[in-house]
């Protein structure tokens, strides 16, 4: 099951579809009445088993972590019914510039894999593609966060998208992922 609670982020990525017209209009993950509160998410719910499921996801047109308390809040609602439940957010890892703290140790016992964006394999590439409103330090924020969210969650991706950046690249990519002690995951190309 995917969740989106939010349409903020701190990028304006050049591959984006959120800056579409037709896809806000079209797509089930783009909120079009505000960002839900957590008891509207949770009545959602009610009427499944959520317990047959594989794996619930937080991700969307937004960035998750930019309403990181209330995700808290609603997975700790969520495992006191379900305690064992699959987790993951799939994020761009800039959570730390976003609140200006390490915010990592929240993930804790809430998330079974963290899964980021990784998208280029040097910091003028990042920037040039996710257009982050934090600048150049984004990268290493989000490599820093990588290797921080290991000490709390079990399993840290980095993804990368395939025929969108040449083999070199992918291999530079999955080299920084091998220094972090992540795994580096490369999605296929969808269009």
């Not at 960002?35 to 969307?60: H, Q, R, T, W």
């Not at 969210?149 to 070199?168: G, L, Q, R």
Request: neutral net charge; aromatic residues 8%.
């Amino acid at each position: 099951i995917y969740v989106n609670m939010t349409n903020r982020c701190p990028c304006s990525c050049v591959f984006c579809l959120r800056q579409t017209k037709k896809m806000m209009e079209g797509n089930s993950l783009w909120l079009k009445g505000g960002e839900p509160s957590v008891d509207a998410i949770m009545k959602l719910f009610e009427p499944y088993d959520l317990s047959v499921i594989n794996e619930l996801i937080f991700c969307g047109y937004g960035e998750p972590l930019e309403r990181l308390h209330d995700v808290c809040k609603l997975i700790d609602l969520l495992k006191n019914k379900y305690p064992n439940l699959k987790i993951r957010v799939n994020t761009n890892g800039l959570a730390n510039l976003i609140y200006g703290r390490d915010i990592t140790p929240k993930l804790e016992g809430r998330f079974d894999t963290v899964s980021i964006s990784l998208n280029a394999p040097d910091a003028e590439e990042f920037l040039a593609l996710t257009r982050s409103r934090f600048g150049i330090q984004s990268f290493d924020a989000l490599k820093e966060f990588a290797a921080l969210a290991k000490e709390h969650v079990p399993n840290v991706v980095m993804t990368v998208v395939e025929k969108v950046m040449p083999e070199e690249k992918i291999e530079r990519c999955r080299k920084i992922c091998e220094e972090l002690g992540v795994t580096l995951r490369v999605r296929p190309f969808e269009n």
